[in-house]
């Protein structure tokens, strides 16, 4: 039996901050959240550090050297995970952009077999395109970028059910029946569709998220954008009552403002993704079938001047809205883990410290710096 007790720190328990506390963790799960110190054989002093839920990664594309689309296989997916777990991300959904379905039920497989041994770790994959708007590809291949047909989708849902979390489309792309189709297929298989890459009117979206599509994908960046004549895609996400959006806080992809913005208009229906293509370090240049990209001064681009995904960790993302954006420590926290937990159907064993939940914890400096991991309540960096 594995045993501690993490003490003198600054819980943040997913609801509330607990500063001078205690957590006891057994066989890798919270036992007790209490006030105050403890003593004996087994405490563990966290000198007054931050100790949050473990981050919970929803959309990410590679690790420091390695990343899916290329190369979709179960060593990939581990890599991604090690990767981003040394900055406190406990939990990922590795993401693929617009590629084939033979790649895509790779890539079903490859997450499929690391599940297995590492469950609360990995949680699923995130198909993000290829049923997308050209119009709005941004760096997704243009020989990719297609409409499915219902024999692809039916292949999709029938060998991917248990693996597909999350499935980036633009709806306008698909016809009122293929859309509830969709839905329909999606629901039965426990995959979460999420409005991206879109150039749907506001009144476009504002239906297919009545429709049924509970999420939107990397708020303002390739999409249709909010104008006075019409608010697009992201008026429909600030406009319904309870569409939550992804947003990349790298520096590059919003202004500080905007995210300000949608966090004051969203609430808690706003959460981090890194949107990592490499990360940790990151790679100088890489080239892969048509996708080209180079790095330069924190960002990733195309030869089209176009951003390809990021090149920060949830960490860094965490960082720039506590620093530049303006926000409340505990509430980027719950942006980082306790709602992209829930969202993804697991918010009562990840993303909060409290009884009975999986101690995948991250230790925090001061100034948010990663001192320690916790997995199943065993220090990673120790």
Request: aromatic share 8%.
């Amino acid at each position: 039996m594995h045993e501690l007790t993490l003490t003198n720190a600054t819980v943040f328990t997913g609801t509330t901050l607990l500063p001078n506390a205690s957590v006891r963790i057994s066989n890798g799960l919270i036992q007790e959240v209490f006030a105050g110190t403890a003593d004996g054989p087994d405490a563990i002093d966290l000198q007054g550090h931050w100790l949050v839920p473990g981050f919970v990664d929803l959309q990410l594309y590679g690790g420091s050297d390695f990343f899916l689309n290329a190369s979709p296989t179960a060593e990939t997916v581990a890599h991604i995970y090690e990767t981003h777990l040394k900055t406190g991300t406990t939990s990922v959904v590795p993401t693929l952009y617009s590629t084939s379905l033979q790649t895509i039920l790779k890539a079903v497989e490859s997450v499929r077999q690391v599940r297995q041994t590492n469950p609360n770790g990995v949680l699923g994959l995130h198909v993000e395109g290829p049923y997308i708007n050209a119009v709005k590809r941004g760096a997704h291949s243009a020989n990719y970028v297609r409409r499915p047909t219902e024999a692809e989708l039916a292949e999709l849902f029938e060998k991917g059910r248990d693996v597909i979390r999350l499935l980036t489309i633009a709806p306008e792309i698909f016809s009122p029946e293929q859309l509830s189709s969709l839905v329909e297929q999606a629901d039965q298989a426990s995959t979460l569709l999420s409005l991206g890459h879109s150039n749907a009117t506001y009144a476009e979206a504002t239906g297919a998220f009545h429709h049924g599509i509970t999420l939107s994908t990397h708020l303002y960046n390739a999409m249709r954008p909010f104008e006075s004549r019409e608010p697009g895609v992201v008026g429909a996400v600030f406009d319904h009552p309870g569409v939550r959006a992804s947003i990349i806080a790298d520096g590059f992809h919003c202004d500080w403002a905007t995210i300000r913005i949608a966090k004051r208009l969203l609430g808690e229906r706003l959460f981090l993704i890194s949107d990592a293509t490499f990360a940790n370090p990151t790679q100088p240049t890489y080239a892969f079938e048509d996708f080209i990209l180079h790095y330069e001064n924190g960002r990733y681009t195309n030869p089209e001047g176009k951003l390809a995904g990021s090149s920060i960790t949830l960490l860094k993302a965490v960082q720039n809205c506590i620093q530049h954006v303006g926000l409340e420590p505990a509430e980027v926290f719950r942006m980082a883990a306790t709602v992209p937990a829930e969202i993804i159907g697991l918010g009562d064993s990840l993303g909060k410290i409290q009884t009975g939940f999986v101690a995948n914890l991250a230790v925090l400096t001061e100034d948010v710096r990663v001192a320690d991991v916790l997995v199943d309540g065993r220090f990673q960096n120790r």
